[in-house]
């Protein structure tokens, strides 16, 4: 318990310092401004629908509306958390601004298919460079790998991309290493997820599923999960399932499969961000998991807890990442270039927990535990 006492102190002093060292970079403007009177138009791409996607969008317009560039307004019920092509056509209709405007006809999705993948790059691009788009808003590691090249110059907010860096769309930490593109990268987000699971639950084999790409390896954050168990000295035990090129029927039986496999083998897993992870299909895929007693962590955030998972970081429905790319995007419509913009997130540190989920698989967890934690739900919540 003090080592992650320990580490939650630590990560709230490397909050202070970026705190300190973003404060003293605030030297443009995000107050709103028009671009030459008239709106600042915006457009959107992703790789294919994802979980997160949706959550992560409402959350940038949320910054919007935090800091006066869009009126405040309810977003509408979605039955489908991985739906964006009918939130975005609601939000062009819908949000109210003098300043930005989301266009209606500026939606690109690859659906996660390869060969539609190349059709929607050009596609999209071929768009940018009309000069009617100011600013991209690309979700996820294939709309980031798509777009951040030469090949066009409009700004482009790379967002929920897992490892934006290792993925190889920015070539640093620091910046992108382009003047256009920008994107979100949290310093060892996935070591302290691990290490933070560990010290929690203590195993000893660790289980892990992707897809045996260097993009399944990027998402899954492999070289992280890697570094970590050689640090601590526990065993991963991999089990690969392919996520891209196939329905999302057949990559849900692939991860199904593989927890099926790894369930009788491992301490505890380590869900990845994954096609065939999606908050409908939690039941059956916690199942085996659950049967044979087996802590698991989300990635992805707490809302798979909220559904199930044991454990893993609060996210507050993702608010202080939108309102990072929310305020960079100000910036950038302000004068500044996006390859000019510090790229450094750190996202408060906040534990996620689910009882109902921790009674299932025989954890007790400690006063202590509780204690720090942010976010604690009662009961397992079904998506329908």
Known sequence: MKRILCYLVIIAAVLLSFSTSAAAQEDKSIAPVKNNGKKWR?????????????????????????????????????????????????????????????????????????????????TAIERLNKKDIDLMLAFGTWAGLDLANNEHSVPTEVISASDPLGAGIVKGVETSGYDHIHAKIELRRYERQVQLFHDIIGFEKL???????????????????????????????????????????DAEKKVLACHNELAPQIGALYIT????????AMPKLLAPLNKNKIPTFSQSGSKEVQHGVLLSIAQAGYKYAGEFHAKTIAKVFNGSKPGELSQIFESPPKIAINLKAAEIVGYDPPIDILGVADEIYQEIDVAQ
């Not at 629908?49 to 940038?60: F, G, N, R």
């Not at 307004?73 to 949000?95: F, I, V």
Request: hydrophobic content about 35%.
């Open 273 to 280: 961000t994954h096609r065939g992870v999606s908050l409908k």
């Open 207 to 249: 289980g892990v599923v992707y897809e045996n790409t260097d993009e399944g390896k990027t998402y899954a954050a492999i070289k992280q999960i890697e570094s970590v168990a050689a640090e601590r000295g526990f065993e991963i035990i991999r089990c690969f399932a392919p996520f891209s090129g196939i329905p999302d029927a």
């Open 42 to 122: 915006m457009a959107y791409y992703q790789g294919g629908p994802y979980i997160d996607y949706q959550t992560i969008l409402k959350a940038v317009m949320t910054g919007f509306m935090n800091i006066g560039w869009i009126e405040k307004t309810a977003y509408p019920k979605s039955e489908d958390s991985a739906e964006t092509t009918k939130l975005w056509a609601w939000m062009t209709k819908n949000l109210k601004s003098d300043y930005i405007e989301l266009v209606p006809d500026a939606y690109y999705d690859a659906n996660w298919k390869k060969e539609l993948r190349p059709i929607t790059k050009s």
